[in-house]
Every structure is written in C-alpha cells, then in structure tokens.
C-alpha cells in the first residue's frame, strides 16, 4: 500500500489548480489499472487544491511509481491573472509506504516463574507469561495476575497497545515525511508535462 501526495508546494493559485486537474487524471489512470485508492485527504485553495492524500493499494516496485513520482509541468496562461507573463506551473507528487496492518493473532506465549515479591508461592509457580509478536519481535511479561489465563489476556492487551504505539509513531514520521516535500518541491526537471485548459499530456 502507498501514500500518494500531490501538492503545490505553498505555489500560487495556478498550481492549486493544476493539483486539482492532475487528481482527476491519476484517479482516472488507477481505475484504468483497476487499482483500489481512497482519497484520505484534499486541502481547498481559493481555486484548485493545495495538496491531496490518497491512500492506493500498489506495491513498492509498481510502474505507475516510476511514471508518476517527481516534479510535473502545466503549461497555462492562466485565466486567474490573465495578464502574469508566466505560462509554466509546477506541482509535486510524491509516494510513501504506507504503514502496514500487524497480525495482531501471531503471539507465542510461553509460561515463566514469576519474579519478585510475593514469596515462596509466587516463585514455585509458572503463572507468568512471556508473550512476543512475531511479526514485530515486540515482547512483553505480565505477572500481574496469579492465573496464566489472567496474565495471558493481559498479554495480549499490552501488546495490542504497543502495536498501536508504534504504528502511531510510524504515522507521526510519515507526516514529518510529507511535509518536508510539501516545502521541497524543485522546479524544473518535469516527468510529466501537461497543457492547456483540457490538461492535456504532451510527454
């Protein structure tokens, strides 16, 4: 799965525009592909749009990836300010990986003595439960309760919150990601070049 991001990188309004044109076209490309995508997200300029967030289900190495990703061209004399001498406008698109569902179901458990205070019961027992995520190596020890089915439903429960942590904390990079190229976008170099009104593809 991926992230995709168009912005105007804080451009004027022209680019604002041209996200809103190249949405339509690359929403129209993925349905050609017959590619699933959830639009997540869409910033409103005064015209246009400031950026968009799509969520699409294609792997890594996809083509379109290539095809799409970097700095893109719409040549236009804008109608917004028809007396700009600038005809050429630029707009990003970016792709991210987009965080991936854990299993929350692949857990070993694995019965361990307890440890500490509690005296010589809690030391001959193996009421504690050691629990590891397979998927993430995130391993947990719960010896709160004096049962093993205790412990292990709080295993569980714990490990369930650390997944969700760390995706949180995977989801707080990834917008660091996005707005640092949201304000990075380069000019020039264009992979796509579009023109007129009817945003026509040339390249």
């Not at 349905?31 to 890594?60: C, M, T």
């Not at 970097?70 to 965080?99: A, D």
């Not at 995520?133 to 089915?149: F, N, P, W």
Request: net charge positive; hydrophobic share 35%; with cysteine.
């Amino acid at each position: 799965m991926q992230i995709v991001q168009l912005s105007s990188a804080q451009g004027p309004v022209e680019c604002s525009i041209a996200i809103e044109k190249a949405l339509n076209v690359f929403m129209k490309t993925l349905s050609a592909y017959n590619i699933h995508f959830e639009l997540i997200e869409s910033v409103k300029d005064r015209q246009g749009l400031k950026s968009a967030l799509l969520h699409v289900d294609i792997e890594d190495d996809h083509a379109l990836i290539q095809e799409w990703q970097g700095t893109h061209q719409w040549i236009w004399k804008s109608s917004v300010r028809p007396n700009h001498p600038r005809k050429n406008w630029f707009f990003g698109v970016e792709f991210f990986s987009s965080p991936k569902a854990l299993s929350e179901s692949e857990i070993v458990y694995k019965a361990i003595s307890a440890q500490g205070p509690g005296g010589q019961h809690v030391n001959k027992t193996s009421s504690a439960i050691q629990a590891t995520h397979l998927a993430t190596g995130i391993s947990v020890k719960v010896q709160t309760e004096r049962s093993q089915h205790a412990n292990k439903r709080l295993a569980n429960l714990l490990i369930q919150q650390k997944l969700h942590q760390r995706m949180n904390e995977t989801l707080d990079q990834a917008e660091k990601e996005r707005r640092l190229v949201h304000h990075q976008l380069e000019r020039g170099n264009a992979k796509k070049i579009f023109m007129g009104d009817q945003f026509k593809l040339t390249n």
